[in-house]
């Protein structure tokens, strides 16, 4: 069975402020949405874009090409394999007609294959492994813009992808819009630690570590 549904706009100011700052400070403020065990094609890399999902069954690459018919430029295209990381379904050929067509980049819960071609045009993606074994158009199943998995997070359409060579993470618009202005502010700050430090300030002092561990220290000592 294959089903298809519309793909889901995200504010383009949002992704644009979003592509400022990084998602390893968003790991300081959240443990979830971190997309687990997938690596970037290259570093650096910077990927922030909507999500368009899809998912396929193991060996039917069917929707992988189809979903290249839906995409508009900027979007992330974000392939869930149930659970196959053996098998590549996305090569050198699909990724040149999701270049042509201005896909930002996109998100493999398996293997992708063409490493060289994939290289050689920049394509920013993020994947499980690389294999020669890929699948096929079969035209068997496959659904174009629903929820699906990748490494232990849930995309919807329309979520924001949003990576850089430290990882990836998934954030759906309301979450992308209340963390990007607290996300500024953080890195912002963080030049003014940077002049702190070459100051000769100490970092467990500007982070608030030495005190809790005073603290804690304190507690332990009066037992």
């Known amino acids: 069975m294959f089903r298809q549904y519309p793909r889901v706009d995200v504010d383009p100011d949002l992704i644009a402020r979003l592509k400022r700052v990084s998602p390893s400070t968003l790991g300081h403020l959240t ?9 970037p094609s290259f570093r650096p890399i910077k990927l922030v874009g909507p ?22 430029p900027g979007d992330v295209v974000v392939v869930d394999q149930s659970g196959d990381a053996a098998r590549a379904c996305w090569g050198g050929g699909v990724t040149y007609a999701a270049v042509r067509r201005g896909v930002a980049g996109a998100v493999v819960a398996g293997a992708m294959t063409d490493w060289g071609e994939i290289l050689e045009l920049k394509f920013p993606m993020y994947f499980r492994t690389i294999s020669a074994l890929t699948t096929r158009i079969l035209g068997i199943e496959g659904e174009i813009n629903v929820p699906v998995t990748i490494g232990g997070v849930v995309v919807r359409p329309g979520d924001v992808v949003f990576g850089d ?10 979450q992308a819009a209340s963390y990007a202005p607290v996300l500024e502010k953080m890195e912002h700050d963080e030049v003014g630690t940077k002049q702190r430090l070459d100051a000769g300030e100490s970092l467990a002092t500007l982070s608030g570590a030495r005190q809790k561990f005073d603290a804690a220290a304190g507690r332990r000592g009066r037992r």
């Not at 443990?31 to 690596?39: H, Y």
């Not at 060579?165 to 309301?174: D, K, M, Y």
């Open 31 to 39: 443990d979830f949405g971190f997309v687990r065990g997938l690596k």
């Open 51 to 72: 999500a368009v999902t899809v998912r396929i069954p193991h060996l039917d690459s069917t929707a992988v090409h189809c979903v290249l018919d839906v995409v508009q």
């Open 165 to 174: 060579e430290n990882g990836v993470a998934i954030l759906s618009s309301e």
